[in-house]
């Protein structure tokens, strides 16, 4: 094993500490945080907001077929309530796109 690899072990094995770190602070703090009033809409609010943030650069990457496909998801989801269906959907939709249009 020459210098390069050994410094890539060491970084590697640093980062999943910080990573795994982080996750246990989140954990054990998260029962110190107030529950109550403007904290608990933050806390209600975050988990779709993140959501948002991670898949809307993949619907603008795709362009008008990923535009397309939302409407799809959010026409199926509004008349079916169905989750697993809605994401079939949009996947069908995508790989179409991909194969058949580009």
Same mark, same amino acid.
């Given at each position: 094993?020459?210098?390069?690899?050994?410094?890539?072990?060491?970084?590697?094995?640093?980062?999943?500490?910080?990573?795994? $770190?982080?996750?246990?602070?989140?954990l %054990?703090?998260?029962?110190?945080?107030?529950?109550?009033?403007?904290?608990?809409?933050?806390?209600?609010?975050l988990?779709?907001? %993140? %959501?948002?943030?991670?898949?809307?650069p993949?619907?603008?990457?795709? $362009?008008?077929?990923?535009?397309?496909?939302?409407? %799809?998801?959010?026409?199926?989801?509004?008349?079916?309530?169905?989750?697993?269906?809605?994401?079939?959907?949009?996947?069908?939709?995508?790989?179409?796109?991909?194969?058949?249009?580009?």
């Amino acid at each position: 094993m020459n210098n390069h690899e050994l410094y890539a072990l060491i970084i590697i094995f640093l980062v999943s500490i910080g990573t795994y $770190g982080l996750r246990l602070s989140g954990l %054990l703090l998260s029962g110190k945080i107030s529950n109550e009033g403007k904290i608990r809409i933050f806390l209600d609010y975050l988990p779709p907001t %993140l %959501l948002l943030s991670f898949v809307t650069p993949v619907i603008l990457k795709e $362009g008008l077929a990923g535009i397309f496909a939302i409407f %799809l998801i959010a026409a199926c989801m509004y008349k079916t309530k169905n989750v697993f269906l809605s994401m079939i959907i949009g996947v069908v939709t995508i790989a179409i796109s991909r194969n058949f249009f580009y």
